[in-house]
């Protein structure tokens, strides 16, 4: 079994004897590479001290995009280039353009988040030719948090830096070229641990049904947690990262298929194609280096009763297909999820894929999105909507919501309320009063269950206003 995985970082080779699975790269990085401009500040993808930036090759493009290297496990590094922050500068006075622009607008204090800062404005710099809008700029920074000098400075270097000479800069596209994955990577620790990265979507499925207990592994924007947080010891995870059907997105006359490890960064330009509002929602997943590591599949599968990207799916009518050896089953989405963390998917089996359908003419469609913070904050409540309407009467509906049970859920009770009545406030306010048998909220830290209830109900208010252009003055008590 191969115990080595192999990534390039400062044009090099490196070839390192895996012995714990869950190693961080940050943890890595400052331990055992001695290389301690990265920064640990919440070990749990919220701050961006830690950021790097990793690069992929597909085909002859070596993509490079930042993540949180304090919850990205050293394995998942196999056959990438991992760029930090000693690798932009071969001298104090040959900075990279992003590190000159940060001395030219004073950007630095102490100097603590810097690195992340920089290596977020790295990624962003590899990705554009010319200085992007502020909003552009504003979304890069919105995962990387100053808490001494301000976001002005930072924000005018992220423009500075695009006016100043590019260097000529040479992707180590041949080197890497020598390290991809050619066939399963298998790890085994002294103590028993194992690490699985299949490159076919037969190798999966033949060591998740072989290993049913084992934790499957997109991006570990939620499994980095259970260790850096929770202390937990993983014996066996099965990594997903490296399988690249699972990478594919095909679209049709008439729905567009999601792989089970898209990210949220390559699923958001799809997406935002089918409706503005799923924009909105899915710029609001996590920061930048979030969604360049979550996936969709995982977001999915943890079943967790606030992800963000359930209640618009539902809405949607996505499904589902999943696999168990050689036999595949397709599911609606809303079927996939049973109790609290308790989903369908069975012992040996695993997301393969979600379909979403195009919305058709005649439909309305919405999503919103309630939490204490407008960046990288949990949902208090997250709902949407799909109705259509024809000649003047709602004939079908889809309501979908997160944060209002142990599981995200259709509001069926309130379905029923609108169809087959007219598309008016009164059938509206009916189905606002059907969400109270549809959901018994629970209070906790975000929100209490009855600020729930009023949130939701009123969401599907707005809505109606959204679509209608009823002002809301015309609403009344």
Known sequence: MEQTVRFVMGGQLQSVVITDPTLTVLDWLRGTARRPGTKEGCAEGDCGACTVVVGTLTGETLAYKAVNACIQFLPML???ELVTVEDLSDSETNLHPVQEAMVQEHASQCGFCTPGFVMSLYALYHQRETAPSRPVIDATLAGNLCRCTGYRPIIAAAETMFALPRPDHQPP???LKTIQPQGDLTVTTPDGRRFDAPVTLDGLADLVETFPEAE????????GLWVTKQHRV???????????????IEATDTAVTFGAGVTFDEALPHLSALHPDLTRLFERIGSTQIRNSGTLGGNIGNGSPIGDSMPALIALGATLTLRKGAAERQMPIEDYFLAYRKTARQPGEFIVSVTVPYLKPGVYFGTDKISKRQDQDISAVCAAYRLTVTDGLVTSARLGFGGMAGVPARARQAEAALRGQPFTLEAIRAAMEALGRDFTPLSDMRASADYRLTVARNLLLRFYLRETGVQVGEVGE
Do not use: C, N, Y
Request: hydrophobic share 55%; aromatic share 0%; glycine share 10%.
């Open 78 to 80: 196999d056959g990438k």
């Open 173 to 175: 596209i041949a080197l």
């Open 216 to 223: 499957l592994l997109a991006g570990a924007t939620d499994i």
């Open 234 to 248: 993983l014996p066996h995870l099965i990594s997903v990262g490296a399988v690249a059907e699972l990478k594919q």
